[in-house]
């Protein structure tokens, strides 16, 4: 079993920046990834962007493209999101979450198994 906790979420103006992070315990490694997800109040949960362990193959949804960055620290079983540009239309709960093994798309939550609780970010105008 794989515990995930976010952390790093907060308040910031549009425009500014944020670090998000994911850490990890248990067999993590056992799973294809890691994806980051957002769900906004009544909105369902969205793709935002994943990192494959095996290559290091990334993936973003389109709104944030070039804003967000996502990468992975294997020694410390952590995965970063850096949201740069922030937008008003970024505030939302961010999850993180592993992978499974039989993932065949990095985009669909279904293709995830472990959870962590969320971080809420707020970005106001």
């Known amino acids: 079993q794989v515990h995930v906790v976010e952390s790093g979420g907060g308040l910031v103006h549009a425009g500014g920046s944020l670090r998000l992070s994911c850490a990890a315990s248990g067999r993590v490694f056992s799973s294809s990834g890691m994806g980051w997800f957002r769900q906004a109040p009544g909105k369902e949960r969205e793709f935002v962007a994943a990192?494959?362990?095996?290559?290091?193959?990334?993936y973003y949804s389109d709104p944030v493209k070039g804003r967000f960055t996502i990468s992975r620290d294997s020694a410390k079983d952590t995965v970063y999101l850096q949201m740069n540009d922030l937008k008003p239309e970024d505030t939302a709960v961010y999850y993180c979450?592993?992978?499974?093994?039989?993932?065949?798309?990095?985009?669909?939550?279904?293709?995830?198994?472990?959870w962590g609780q969320g971080t809420q970010v707020t970005v106001s105008s």
């Open positions: 979450a592993t992978e499974s093994r039989y993932s065949t798309s990095s985009r669909t939550e279904r293709s995830y198994d472990y």
């Open positions: 990192i494959r362990w095996s290559g290091g193959s990334t």
